[in-house]
T-cell receptor
Framework: KQEVTQIPAALSVPEGENLVLNCSFT??????LQWFRQDPGKGLTSLLL?????REQTSGRLNASLDKSSGRSTLYIAASQPGDSATYLC???????????FGTGTSLTVIP | GAVVSQHPSRVICKSGTSVKIECRSL??????MFWYRQFPKQSLMLMAT?????????EQGVEKDKFLINHASLTLSTLTVTSAHPEDSSFYIC??????????FGPGTRLTVT
């Protein structure tokens, strides 16, 4: 069964710092990997989606990489802002009609 | 992008009663819908997968007689929590996908059982 782990569980950084969130998964037979943001008590906001054939995706200050063979992904956030404070979840799926396996999440706090 | 809605966004019910949560795909036909549950400070865990017109497939440990899922149309799936107990209090999120396309998540429903 696919298991997804995120490290660290919590992270607190001063505003302006660059930071990296880590995600690892046990089964490399994935279709895609997706990073989400979740604000307290809210639903999921999709940030970046990486297809299994891709190695990275970028959107604004966010860059996500994927190393499928080693079962790892990273989310890089440049020049962090207080508005980036949220829980970040990574999730993998084996296909478009298949469930997502979610990671344990990283709770990020950016201090002004 | 595709939009998935959930109703209600928040619901409080008394122990022993039943509550229904709706998940709708607003601008596409969803052949498959998924129901996830998230307990406080935990990640999302799949409860069940439903395909339009067929019975839902439940994950191990999820009681199918307690969590009734109906996917009667290509735009609507419902989750009914029967005889709710306080331990059923959780955040319930659905997602929807159309054949060969990505999944889209609803905004979630916060259930509190008193």
């Amino acid at each position: 069964k696919q298991e997804v782990t995120q490290i660290p569980a919590a992270l607190s950084v001063p505003e302006g710092e660059n930071l990296v969130l880590n995600c690892s998964f046990t089964d490399s037979a994935i279709y895609n990997l997706q990073w989400f943001r979740q604000d307290p008590g809210k639903g999921l906001t999709s940030l970046l989606l990486i297809q299994s054939s891709q190695r990275e995706q970028t959107s604004g200050r966010l860059n996500a990489s994927l190393d499928k063979s080693s079962g790892r992904s990273t989310l890089y956030i440049a020049a962090s802002q207080p508005g980036d404070s949220a829980t970040y979840l990574c999730a993998v799926t084996r296909g478009t009609g298949n469930q997502f396996y979610f990671g344990t999440g990283t709770s990020l706090t950016v201090i002004p | 992008g595709a939009v998935v809605s959930q109703h209600p966004s928040r619901v409080i019910c008394k122990s022993g009663t039943s509550v229904k949560i709706e998940c709708r795909s607003l601008d596409f036909q969803a052949t498959t819908m998924f129901w996830y549950r998230q307990f406080p400070k935990q990640s999302l865990m799949l409860m069940a997968t439903s395909n339009e017109g067929s019975k839902a497939t439940y994950e191990q440990g999820v009681e199918k007689d307690k969590f009734l899922i109906n996917h009667a149309s290509l735009t609507l799936s419902t989750l009914t929590v029967t005889s709710a107990h306080p331990e059923d209090s959780s955040f319930y999120i659905c997602s929807a996908s159309r054949l060969g396309n990505e999944q889209y998540f609803g905004p979630g429903t916060r259930l509190t059982v008193t």
